[in-house]
T-cell receptor, first 111, second 113 residues
Framework: QKEVEQNSGPLSVPEGAIASLNCTYS??????FFWYRQYSGKSPELIMS????GDKEDGRFTAQLNKASQYVSLLIRDSQPSDSATYLC???????????FGAGTRLTVKP | ETGVTQSPTHLIKTRGQQVTLRCSSQ?????VSWYQQALGQGPQFIFQ???????GRGNFPPRFSGLQFPNYSSELNVNALELDDSALYLC????????????FGPGTRLTVT
């Protein structure tokens, strides 16, 4: 079982819609969670971190964490074509300072 | 732009050779983590350096080694290169020991032939 799992996609949404990206993790000791955006040929760019159960909002982005279900999600409201990228979910393992990444979900926002 | 820089941008090496990749962390950051990203995969943690000491290591063989300097810049050294080492190598800087927010540099694309 992979430690951080994401649907590989592609996920396609129309411009202006809400994109919902999901991630599950297997290690219960994970305490910190991150969403990164990676454009083709570029390095990952941090979107948001979340450490506590519940929702965290930053502009058009909302991260949701449910530690009991070992589930993290990212909602992108009013999706724009410029949001088309691969979204990486990461979980931090504090016992080794190891950040475990999923393989990413490819999102396409169609004009 | 994160303020994290890496050099070189691209590199081609032959199997069996050795390579050194370099990373300058963002101003104010004292922790550097290194990752390997194969095509179509998420980054894989190699190791982390905090205040010049190795502060965690992933599942990579000893031929992957590193250094961090007093100015918090860092090097990744890979000996006895194998074809499977071909990947994008990313460094990320952060503050403090552990797993706070990490900011990635542009990466070094290594090709081993």
């Amino acid at each position: 079982q992979k430690e951080v799992e994401q649907n590989s996609g592609p996920l396609s949404v129309p411009e202006g819609a809400i994109a919902s990206l999901n991630c599950t993790y297997s290690d219960r000791v994970s305490q910190s969670f991150f969403w990164y955006r990676q454009y083709s040929g570029k390095s990952p760019e941090l979107i948001m971190s979340i450490y506590s159960n519940g929702d965290k909002e930053d502009g058009r982005f909302t991260a949701q964490l449910n530690k009991a279900s070992q589930y993290v999600s990212l909602l992108i409201r009013d999706s724009q074509p410029s949001d088309s990228a691969t979204y990486l979910c990461a979980a931090g393992l504090y016992n080794n300072n190891d950040m475990r990444f999923g393989a990413g979900t490819r999102l396409t926002v169609k004009p | 732009e994160t303020g994290v820089t890496q050099s070189p941008t691209h590199l081609i090496k032959t199997r069996g050779q050795q390579v050194t990749l370099r990373c300058s962390s963002q101003s104010g950051h004292n922790t550097v983590s290194w990752y390997q990203q194969a095509l179509g995969q998420g980054p894989q943690f190699i190791f982390q350096y905090y205040r010049e000491e190795e502060n965690g290591r992933g599942n990579f063989p000893p031929r992957f080694s590193g250094l961090q300097f007093p100015n918090y810049s860092s090097e990744l050294n890979v000996n006895a290169l194998e074809l499977d080492d071909s990947a994008l190598y990313l460094c990320a800087s952060s503050t403090g020991q552990g797993l706070g927010e990490q900011y990635f540099g542009p990466g070094t694309r290594l090709t081993v032939t």
